[in-house]
C-alpha cells in the first residue's frame, strides 16, 4: 500500500517501477499458465499494467492488493482466452438443468491425484472451471477473495468449484480408468 500511495500522492513513477517489479513476475505467470504462449503472456502483463497504471487511482482497499491484481490479470487472460477460442461461454452451466443432482468430490481425492495425471485432467477441463481450481487449491484463495476479485458471491463460487471438481473427477476416471 505504501507504493501506491507513493504513486498516487506524488505522482512519482519510481514508485510504479517498484510495483511493477515486485509483481509483474506473478503477473506474467500466472499469464503464462493461462494463455500458454510465452509472447502473449508477456504481451498480456503489459496490457494488465498499462490498465493499473490508468486504474489505480480507482483502487479502494476493500480488497488486498494482490487480490485487484489478480482479478485484472484473470479477467484480462479471459477475455483473450474467449476470443481466441471463441467459446460462446466459459463456465459451463450445463449441470444447472433442474433436478440435476450434483455428486460431492471429496477436495482429497483431487490432491490425491499424481501430480501429471492432475495437471492432463486440467488441460482437458473448461478454462473457466480450471482457473477456479488453480485459484482454490494452487493460489490458496479463499472463497470470498476468489468472490470478490470475479464479482461474483461467494455461494456462486462455492457452486462453481463443486462442479469443477466433478468435471475433474469425471475426466479423471475417463482417462484413468479403475483397473479391476
Known amino acids: 500500500m505504501e507504493l501506491i500511495r507513493c504513486y498516487l500522492d506524488r505522482r512519482r513513477p519510481d514508485c510504479f517501477s517498484k510495483l511493477y517489479d515486485r509483481y509483474a513476475p506473478k503477473v506474467f505467470g500466472k499469464c503464462l499458465a493461462l494463455l500458454k504462449d510465452r509472447a502473449e503472456a508477456e504481451d498480456a502483463t503489459q496490457e494488465i499494467f498499462v ?7 480507482t483502487f479502494d482497499e476493500r480488497s488486498k492488493f494482490s487480490t485487484w491484481l489478480y ?12 476470443k481466441r477460442k471463441k467459446e460462446r461461454e466459459l463456465f459451463s452451466d450445463e449441470l444447472e438443468q433442474a433436478g440435476e443432482k450434483i ?3 471429496d477436495d482429497r481425492e483431487l ?4 501430480f501429471e495425471r492432475l495437471k492432463e485432467v486440467l488441460e482437458r477441463i473448461p478454462e473457466g472451471d480450471k482457473m477456479l481450481l ?6 490458496g484463495m479463499q472463497i470470498k477473495e476468489i468472490a470478490l476479485s470475479l ?3 461467494e ?3 462455492k457452486m462453481r468449484i463443486k462442479r469443477a471438481k466433478l468435471k475433474a473427477r469425471r475426466v ?9
Open 71 to 82: 482479478s485484472i490479470t484473470y479477467n484480462l487472460c479471459i477475455d483473450r482466452l474467449r
Open 111 to 114: 490432491l490425491e491425484m499424481e
Open 51 to 57: 490498465k493499473i497504471f490508468s486504474k489505480l487511482a
Open 151 to 153: 464479482g461474483k458471491t
Open 155 to 157: 455461494s456462486a463460487i
Open 103 to 105: 455428486d460431492e468430490v
Open 134 to 139: 488453480l485459484m482454490k487449491y494452487l493460489d
Open 172 to 180: 479423471y476416471d475417463r482417462l484413468f480408468p479403475a483397473q479391476a
